[in-house]
């Protein structure tokens, strides 16, 4: 199944557990969706491919308040809350020849350091799997999704994009590549899976509100688990655990993401709580998420080979 993006397929600034899916798959599903990034102010010249649909979803109307536009939401059959959602991140590709970045003043890390909004646009070289930077440098890409998400519980209501919370959103972590799985805790009936917020390339931290944003096209299979005893979002690489917190204070994220870390390593070697509090600190990686979304957020990093 193809989801393409449009305006009767995406949601644009918020999430909100009412919203109808506008597609219902089985669990252990592969639906492929496509995405776009950006309002009109970012628009390139016509020298770069722009994906007629980011246009149609501008004349519907831009959103007062900042928020990514998603695809979504897809419904999993049987999906409740106390359930989580195995998303693994089958394939990951560019949809569009361009990117960008921008400086938006009160925002990102520095936020009144630059009193006007800046920004450039990146040539995409997806052969080369390159971005072209203004002054001359070509930059790696690694695309991923800055946006997995479920729906939030219904009593939060409607609730922006910005923030990451419980139910994932704006995990903005780049580890979140194609071959990696995320693990949501599922809070409505469906589950109710959206994907946005393209990144072609993006440091640890995020630091400027951006990181390339660009059009991409995602296949994730999706799959129920009732064996998983999770109430926060949590990944894994072919090589790495990975837990999360988000929270305004820094110190708080790396608590979360520490506290989780030393449950699964307890679990999994049989340990006690303070050994893998130990080992934590010889061998976890604690690494800066992003500072930029007002729930800032910190992973923590644990080579499987630790825990065989």
């Given at each position: 199944m193809i989801i393409q993006a449009g305006p009767e397929t995406c949601h644009w600034g918020y999430f909100d557990a009412t919203l109808d899916p506008v597609a219902t798959v089985p669990s252990g599903a592969e639906v492929t969706m496509n995405s776009v990034s950006g309002g009109p102010e970012v628009l390139p010249d016509d020298s770069f491919h722009i994906p007629p649909e980011l246009l149609a979803i501008h004349e519907t109307g831009v959103p007062k308040v900042p928020g990514h536009i998603l695809t979504g939401p897809v419904a999993v059959e049987g999906a409740v809350p106390g359930d989580v959602l195995q998303v693994d991140i089958l394939d990951v590709r560019l949809r569009q020849d361009w990117g960008f970045t921008f400086i938006r003043p009160l925002s990102g890390t520095l936020p009144l350091d630059f009193s006007e909004r800046q920004g450039m646009t990146l040539r995409l070289d997806a052969d080369a799997n390159e971005a072209h930077l203004p002054w001359g440098r070509k930059l790696p890409l690694a695309p991923f999704f800055g946006v997995m998400a479920v729906a939030p519980p219904r009593g939060w209501g409607r609730i922006s994009t910005i923030e990451p919370r419980a139910h994932g959103g704006n995990l903005d972590n780049k580890e979140l590549v194609a071959g990696t799985t995320l693990y949501l805790p599922v809070h409505a009936e469906g589950a109710l899976f959206s994907c946005g917020d393209g990144h072609g390339a993006q440091g640890d931290g995020e630091v400027c509100v951006t990181a390339i944003e660009t059009a991409l096209q995602g296949?994730?299979?999706?799959?129920?688990?009732?064996?998983?005893?999770?109430?926060?979002?949590?990944?894994?690489?072919?090589?790495?655990?990975?837990?999360?917190?988000?929270?305004?204070?820094?110190?708080?994220?790396?608590?979360?993401?520490?506290?989780?870390?030393?449950?699964?390593?307890?679990?999994?070697?049989?340990?006690?709580?303070?050994?893998?509090?130990?080992?934590?600190?010889?061998?976890?990686?604690?690494?800066?998420?992003?500072?930029?979304?007002?729930?800032?957020?910190?992973?923590?990093?644990?080579?499987?080979?630790?825990?065989?």
């Amino acid at each position: 199944m193809i989801i393409q993006a449009g305006p009767e397929t995406c949601h644009w600034g918020y999430f909100d557990a009412t919203l109808d899916p506008v597609a219902t798959v089985p669990s252990g599903a592969e639906v492929t969706m496509n995405s776009v990034s950006g309002g009109p102010e970012v628009l390139p010249d016509d020298s770069f491919h722009i994906p007629p649909e980011l246009l149609a979803i501008h004349e519907t109307g831009v959103p007062k308040v900042p928020g990514h536009i998603l695809t979504g939401p897809v419904a999993v059959e049987g999906a409740v809350p106390g359930d989580v959602l195995q998303v693994d991140i089958l394939d990951v590709r560019l949809r569009q020849d361009w990117g960008f970045t921008f400086i938006r003043p009160l925002s990102g890390t520095l936020p009144l350091d630059f009193s006007e909004r800046q920004g450039m646009t990146l040539r995409l070289d997806a052969d080369a799997n390159e971005a072209h930077l203004p002054w001359g440098r070509k930059l790696p890409l690694a695309p991923f999704f800055g946006v997995m998400a479920v729906a939030p519980p219904r009593g939060w209501g409607r609730i922006s994009t910005i923030e990451p919370r419980a139910h994932g959103g704006n995990l903005d972590n780049k580890e979140l590549v194609a071959g990696t799985t995320l693990y949501l805790p599922v809070h409505a009936e469906g589950a109710l899976f959206s994907c946005g917020d393209g990144h072609g390339a993006q440091g640890d931290g995020e630091v400027c509100v951006t990181a390339i944003e660009t059009a991409l096209q995602g296949r994730f299979r999706l799959t129920l688990r009732r064996d998983l005893d999770m109430t926060y979002p949590e990944a894994e690489t072919p090589t790495h655990y990975i837990t999360m917190g988000m929270h305004p204070d820094l110190d708080t994220c790396v608590e979360m993401a520490l506290r989780r870390m030393m449950v699964v390593v307890s679990a999994k070697l049989g340990i006690s709580r303070a050994e893998a509090y130990m080992l934590c600190s010889l061998a976890g990686d604690l690494r800066i998420t992003q500072t930029v979304n007002r729930e800032k957020g910190v992973h923590m990093m644990m080579a499987k080979s630790c825990l065989e």
